[in-house]
């Protein structure tokens, strides 16, 4: 019995000893896990109770014109953040900065949670502060615990020029954008981001990459001051952009544009720059890249002239006899004696118990071809129409580019509308439109739309003979230690063929509509430059006739291709050819 009891005692002994042995066993295990294979992380955590990490973010990319003149900078403006986990059970906080603000106490609530990102890390609840405001935040700092300010560098309009559409404007990221750029660069709620034209466009390149820096806050979350031994992280500023506008054509256009409606392109035919860019009526961009008043956008949206809407590339109108080119060519290609063949216009054109007009009343007798273009006769391309048909027209004007997107390079461009055989019965139903409907399509009215840019490239592709380059308003984009970062040099397209005689032709009765003794665009004339033009009138089923005026110079000086839209202007010939012959001159004058 004895010896049994030993035996019991014996293993009751070696399971003491073993269970003693596996408690240290899992410390030990414990100890290393936290201590050495987590360290950083808790110390990280143990850190953030008396480190603050205060974001230091980058400014913007800075935007300048083709001569290197700045018309986008930034500029410093303070921001006020709050510390969701220092300002949870300090309400006192809170209703201090709502005096301040001047801003309810629920409403700096929807922003925090709006922009919150973690209980230790600031959330942005306030933008562009007035000095007076952080001066009297810092004199009760000591009331207002959880609250920071910092400064951050905002958008600067410094340029004399609006170019407010082709710019855009920056504004505060929301959550679909937040999903969109999760994991390419280090966005958060509150930060500002490309909402229209260029700044959206070429945003990666424009956005740079926050820093930090360190500073040490007492138990009560207060600032005690920068930490000396952790070494900040500098931000990286965004990469610069080089746009191809020309600020002397672009002050010219915006000049003789003052107070009207429209838009006006003016491209490099050559290369394809965007010289320079004008929709009207503008906007203020520094309204726009701020928190904007609930009051000052309903006034913008409601307003009747719609300054919001970008005219050159959004605005789709029909293009009116600006397109009668396009039927020219086709005829001269493809139907026989096109120079030679004549008719009569006696005012208008009979069709069935309708009439179709010419816009001169008393008619222009007979007309060839080159007449027809110089003098812009309806009637002469109502009867040239039949001969084309609409899949042949619609053909020669998606080869120019119409129907189809330019590819220029600020967002929200429309494709407008080349009518054809498919999309008339689709719309009309078979059998059910008649040759009437080509009658309004040749003279670039009916189901026919196109955009401002459209139509400078058409025009620039007249001038270079079929051969299209994309258009693009970013010559170059540098880093801030001048790396090059992209180069825009499109290649030559021949888009367009036809014969060397067939753009002769063309060339020469565009010349005549601006220096022909009946020409309809007399008025854009310059005794130094040799101008080709097109005018056009396009009827408004909403007011005054649209007016147009298209073309193009081969001066070497001015390789120009230019579209003007006056909304509700009236004539082409009467209203916007001399509007571009006010605007070459004072481009020819500077």
């Known amino acids: 019995m004895l010896q049994g009891k030993n035996i019991v005692e014996g293993w009751r002994s070696l399971f003491i000893q073993g269970l003693l042995a596996l408690l240290f066993l899992i410390l030990a295990g414990r100890y290393y896990y936290l201590m050495i294979v987590f360290h950083e992380k808790y110390a990280e955590k143990a850190a953030a109770n008396h480190i603050r990490a205060v974001p230091v973010l980058a400014s913007r990319g800075v ?11 930034n500029a410093p403006s303070y921001t006020i953040s709050v510390i969701p986990i220092e300002v949870k059970n300090k309400s006192e906080s809170l209703k201090r900065l709502s005096d301040v603000m001047e801003v309810s106490v629920e409403e700096i609530n929807r922003r925090i949670a709006k922009n919150r990102r973690g209980s230790f890390a600031p959330a942005k609840v306030f933008s562009r502060v007035p000095f007076e405001k952080i001066s009297h935040l810092q004199e009760h700092r000591l009331e207002l615990i959880g609250v920071t300010y910092s400064i951050e560098p905002i958008r ?20 679909d954008d937040l999903n969109r750029f999760s994991g390419e660069q280090d966005y958060q709620p509150g930060d500002q981001v490309g909402w229209k034209g260029l700044e959206k466009f070429y945003e990666a390149e424009l956005h740079g990459r926050r820093g930090f820096r360190y500073i040490e806050v007492n138990a009560l979350g207060q600032e005690i001051g920068e930490m000396t031994d952790r070494e900040p992280v500098n931000p990286v500023p965004g990469h610069d952009i080089y746009l191809t506008i020309d600020s002397k054509i672009q002050r010219a ?16 035919h050559s290369n394809g720059e965007v010289l320079a860019y004008q929709s009207s009526p503008g906007v203020d961009l520094e309204m726009l890249s701020g928190r904007i008043s609930a009051k000052d956008w309903n006034e913008l949206t409601t307003n009747p002239r719609n300054p919001l809407f970008d005219r050159g590339i959004q605005g789709l109108y029909p293009a009116g006899s600006t397109l009668k080119p396009l039927s020219a060519l086709f005829s001269l290609e493809y139907l026989s004696n096109a120079k030679e063949r004549t ?10 118990n309708r009439s179709f007009g010419c816009w001169k009343r008393g008619g222009h007798g007979q007309m060839n071809l080159h007449q027809a273009i110089e003098q812009s006769c309806n009637v002469y391309f109502y009867n040239l129409i039949q001969d084309i048909g609409i899949e042949n027209w619609a053909m020669v004007a998606r080869e120019f580019g119409f129907g189809e997107l330019t590819g220029i390079d600020i967002p929200r461009e429309n494709k407008g509308l080349v009518p054809d055989t498919r999309y008339m019965n689709r719309k009309y139903g078979e059998g059910k439109w008649t040759r009437g409907n080509l009658l309004n399509i040749v003279v670039g009215q009916g189901d026919v739309l196109a955009t401002p840019l459209q139509l400078a490239q058409f025009a620039g592709m007249i001038a270079q003979k079929g051969v299209q380059y994309q258009p693009h308003l970013v010559n170059k984009i540098l880093s801030k230690n001048g790396q090059l970062i992209l180069e825009n040099k499109p290649e030559a397209e021949l888009k367009v063929e036809a014969s060397e005689e067939t753009w002769q032709f063309i060339q020469e009765a565009m010349y005549a509509v601006v220096n022909g003794k009946k020409g309809t665009g007399k008025a854009a004339r310059h005794r130094n430059v040799e101008v080709y033009g097109k005018t056009g009138t396009a009827q408004n089923p909403h007011g005054e006739d649209h007016a147009w005026f298209i073309g ?18 009236g004539g082409g010939g009467g209203i916007a050819a001399p509007f571009f012959g006010r605007v070459l001159r004072r481009i020819i004058e500077e």
């Open 63 to 73: 935007i300048y014109d083709r001569a290197g003149n700045t018309i986008v900078d």
């Open 156 to 175: 600067n309009y410094v340029s004399n020029i609006d170019l407010s559409h082709a710019l855009g404007y920056t504004r505060e990221i929301n959550r």
């Open 253 to 268: 256009v915006e000049a003789v544009m003052a107070d009207s409606s429209g838009a006006v392109v003016i491209l490099n």
């Open 343 to 352: 008719y009569r216009c006696r005012g208008s054109y009979r069709l069935g």
């Open 552 to 569: 193009f110079s081969l001066d070497k000086r001015y390789p120009y291709a230019w579209a003007v839209l006056l909304e509700n202007g």
